[in-house]
Each structure stands twice: as structure tokens, then as C-alpha cells.
């Protein structure tokens, strides 16, 4: 499946819920079923930066794809990232860098997340990008 695909199928998946607080217990089940980061990686290199909560994200080369594995010390920002690792997780470098975000805005997140967790999303956003980027020089 291709990111925005992947991407159609979450803003689907919120459609479904009427109100905010669904969407919040569906993004905590989703962190839920996150690919957990291995213990070895939830060091000080792989924290998100400026994100309210610990968030780390270890990012892997399977052939020509990004695998990303991640966990967060707070049940929301674990769904957040959740979301975002399985919209951009089994992706190669180049379509990570090249995809676009505003499924993000789709589902209205940025919008009902305190101005620090919003702050943490583009946070999380941009680390994955940065992952993108360093895997896609190596690869060239």
C-alpha cells in the first residue's frame, strides 16, 4: 500500500466516530498495537525533541524500505505516534520524504491537541522525515 493510501484508510477510520472523545480511545488502541521500540533503543538519540512527553522512535533499513518502531510514556502521544508509524512505517526513503501530511489535518488532530502535543506532532513528523533523508543518502 502506498503512504497516501495508508493515509485514506486512517481518515476513514476517524470519519466513523462522531466526537472527539471516540477518536481519543481509538487513537489510545491504536497506541496499543504500536510495533514497540526495543528496549536497547529508548536511549537520548532516539527521543522526539520538544515533545510534551518522551517519545522514542527507532528508525531501520529492510532492503530499500524505513521501518520505524516506536513508544511514548503517555497513552495519547503513543496513539499519535502510532498513527504516524503506520502511515510512514515499510515506505522507501524517497516517498517518506515526498509525502504529504495534511491527512493529518483530515482528521482534525492538530486541532483538538494542546498547543504542546500539536507542537510534538510536527516534532514526531519531522523526526521521521529526518530518518527519511539520512536513509535515502546512504541508499544513493
Keep these: ?38 528496549e536497547e533503543y529508548k536511549t537520548d538519540d532516539n527521543l522526539i525533541k520538544g515533545c510534551q512527553s518522551k517519545v522514542w522512535v527507532h528508525a531501520e533499513l529492510k532492503g530499500d524500505k524505513l521501518c520505524f518502531t516506536a513508544d511514548s510514556d503517555a497513552i495519547i502521544t503513543k496513539g499519535i505516534i502510532a498513527i504516524l508509524v503506520r502511515a510512514f512505517s515499510n515506505q522507501s526513503p524517497k516517498d517518506i520524504i515526498e509525502a504529504g501530511t495534511q491527512f493529518i489535518d483530515e482528521i482534525g488532530l492538530k486541532e483538538h491537541l494542546s498547543p504542546t502535543r500539536a507542537n510534538g506532532l510536527v516534532n514526531m ?16
Design 125 to 140: 513528523i519531522k523526526q521521521l522525515k529526518m530518518y527519511a533523508i539520512a536513509y535515502q543518502t546512504q541508499l544513493n
Design 1 to 38: 500500500m502506498s503512504i497516501k493510501d495508508i493515509q485514506e484508510e486512517i481518515v476513514g477510520e476517524f470519519s466513523m466516530f462522531d466526537d472527539w472523545m471516540q477518536r481519543y480511545e481509538y487513537m489510545i488502541e491504536l497506541g496499543k498495537s504500536l510495533p514497540l521500540i526495543d
